[in-house]
């Protein structure tokens, strides 16, 4: 992603939401994962109702309204802020169907929610890892620029794929209107189903964290910086 018109340093009044939401974001994303999918599964917290789900993915929300704006009006972070932020908000509203889709698994439109809570949620991850490198520009530290950079272009395109394996095997899934072979190959990827989670999801999943905490260091230590403290 070009991030040539991201701010070359934030605003001072900036910094503290920037930390605040980065560090919020680096819990809140596996938190969230666990708690949706464990929901939509009726493995956990059945005993509580939808409002763990709506707990973690409203908190989610509440940490991507504490990213500041770009200050570069028309800039790719800005654009990825505002789409995060209407994807978390979308979460947030959605996430109660997880638990009735756990209830009535055969209702349709709990079924169908629950499928645009998944790609909402998956699209959230690849816009985080959009804006990311524009934060991490935002200080004067090429190394951590070019890490970040790389590591969230990575994750990027692992998240497209996975969400491209998904659909093939959610269709091969089908074997009424499907031939043999292809009856064959989606239960190869079915049998498949856990190294392919970990492969497309757990895996850039980690990568994003680690991007977000370092990119929340940086901002502390620009904090102390400006503060005279170190």
């Given at each position: 992603?070009?991030?040539?018109?991201a701010p070359s340093q934030l605003p001072a009044r900036a910094l503290p939401g920037l930390i605040q939401g980065l560090?919020?974001?680096?819990?809140?994303?596996?938190?969230?994962?666990?708690?949706c999918v464990q929901t939509a599964r009726q493995i956990g917290f059945w005993s509580?109702?939808?409002?763990?789900?709506?707990?973690?993915?409203?908190?989610?929300?509440?940490?991507?309204?504490?990213?500041?704006s770009s200050f570069n009006p028309g800039s790719s972070w800005d654009g990825s802020?505002?789409?995060?932020?209407?994807?978390?908000?979308?979460?947030?509203?959605l996430s109660p169907f997880l638990y009735w889709h756990a209830r009535l698994p055969d209702h349709p439109w709990f079924t169908l929610m629950t499928?645009?809570?998944?790609?909402?949620?998956?699209?959230?991850?690849?816009?985080?890892?959009?804006?990311?490198?524009?934060?991490?520009?935002?200080?004067?530290?090429?190394?951590?620029t070019h890490e970040v950079r790389g590591l969230c272009h990575v994750n990027r395109v692992i998240f497209v794929l996975g969400g491209l394996?998904?659909?093939?095997?959610?269709?091969?899934?089908?074997?009424?209107?499907?031939?043999?072979?292809?009856?064959?190959?989606?239960?190869?990827?079915?049998r498949l189903e856990a190294p392919l989670w970990m492969f497309f999801l757990v895996a850039p999943l980690a990568l994003t964290l680690?991007?977000?905490?370092k990119t929340r260091e940086a901002a502390w230590r620009e904090l102390l910086r400006r503060a005279g403290l170190q």
């Open positions: 992603m070009d991030v040539s018109h560090a919020g974001l680096a819990w809140a994303l596996p938190l969230g994962m666990v708690v509580l109702g939808p409002w763990p789900a709506v707990a973690v993915t409203g908190w989610l929300y509440l940490c991507t309204l504490r990213l500041p802020l505002r789409r995060s932020r209407s994807l978390a908000l979308l979460l947030w509203g499928g645009i809570t998944g790609v909402a949620g998956w699209w959230l991850l690849i816009e985080v890892n959009r804006f990311l490198p524009a934060a991490a520009a935002s200080f004067e530290d090429p190394r951590l394996v998904w659909l093939m095997v959610r269709v091969l899934a089908q074997p009424d209107s499907l031939p043999a072979p292809a009856e064959r190959y989606g239960l190869l990827l079915l680690a991007c977000l905490w």
